[in-house]
């Protein structure tokens, strides 16, 4: 099974700022990794796919990029409605699997 | 409208059996290219996929779990139901159903999901 390691696992930074989560898997996959945005008591929301591809609907302050093991989450110019708890995925095979969470939380 | 909506017990005891229904609208289980996957989430905790199938009835499974879990579809509910066998007071989470849309290259995801249902295992 592939595993997924976010880092960090928590960030505190303020409005305005620009943050980057990481997501490294255990092998390569490609550009097969997923990334969402999750707030307390409610599903997860899908901003990025194929790695680096922007949902229809999501601020294009929210970017993806990597390929291979290592990926990246960046989210420029931070809104108070962007404190939220991140997950990436992969889907390069079954089972799939999620890193561990990056709640982003205000300063 | 693409919509999916969990639905079963919030309480089961230990060493009982969950099922669990995810009923789709807007979309056909039937559909070639309908794929629909079960996700939990204990409280706190991080997301963990559980189970997938697929309009052709392919199935696979999460490796831990693959002994007590089995996905199905009701095609004349246009339904996926899961059912986890032996609960246990760790398998207390909430459980989303999700669509697993995709993208001519092969890479494939989870949008949209259900709103989740609260399954607590307690005696």
């Known amino acids: 099974d592939i595993q997924m390691t976010q880092s960090p696992s928590s960030l505190s930074a303020s409005v305005g700022d620009r943050v980057t989560i990481t997501c490294r898997a255990s092998?390569?996959?490609?550009?097969?990794l997923n990334w969402y945005q999750q707030k307390p008591g409610k599903a997860p929301k899908l901003l990025i796919y194929?790695?680096?591809s922007l949902q229809s609907g999501v601020p294009s302050r929210f970017s993806g990029s990597g390929s291979g093991t290592d990926f990246t989450l960046t989210i420029t110019s931070l809104q108070p409605e962007d404190f939220a708890t991140y997950y990436c995925?992969?889907?390069?095979?079954?089972?799939?699997?999620f890193g561990q969470g990056t709640k982003l939380e205000i300063k | 409208q693409v919509t999916l909506k969990e639905s079963g017990p919030a309480l089961v005891k230990p060493t009982q059996t969950l099922t669990l229904t995810c009923t789709l609208s807007?979309?056909?289980?039937?559909?070639?290219?309908?794929?629909v996957s079960w996700i939990r989430q204990p409280p706190g905790k991080a997301l963990e996929w559980l189970a997938r199938?697929?309009?052709?009835?392919?199935?696979?499974?999460s490796t831990s779990l693959k002994t007590r879990l089995t996905i199905s579809k009701d095609t004349s509910k246009n339904q996926v139901v899961l059912t986890m066998t032996n609960m246990d007071p760790v398998d207390t989470a909430t459980y989303y159903c999700?669509?697993?849309?995709?993208f001519g290259s092969g890479s494939i995801w989870f949008d949209p999901w259900g709103q989740g249902t609260l399954v607590t295992v307690s005696s």
């Open positions: 999700a669509r697993m849309s995709s």
């Open positions: 199938i697929d309009w052709d009835n392919d199935k696979f499974y």
């Open positions: 807007g979309f056909s289980v039937t559909t070639s290219g309908m794929r």
């Open positions: 092998q390569s996959i490609s550009s097969y």
């Open positions: 995925q992969q889907s390069y095979s079954a089972p799939y699997s």
């Open positions: 194929a790695a680096s």
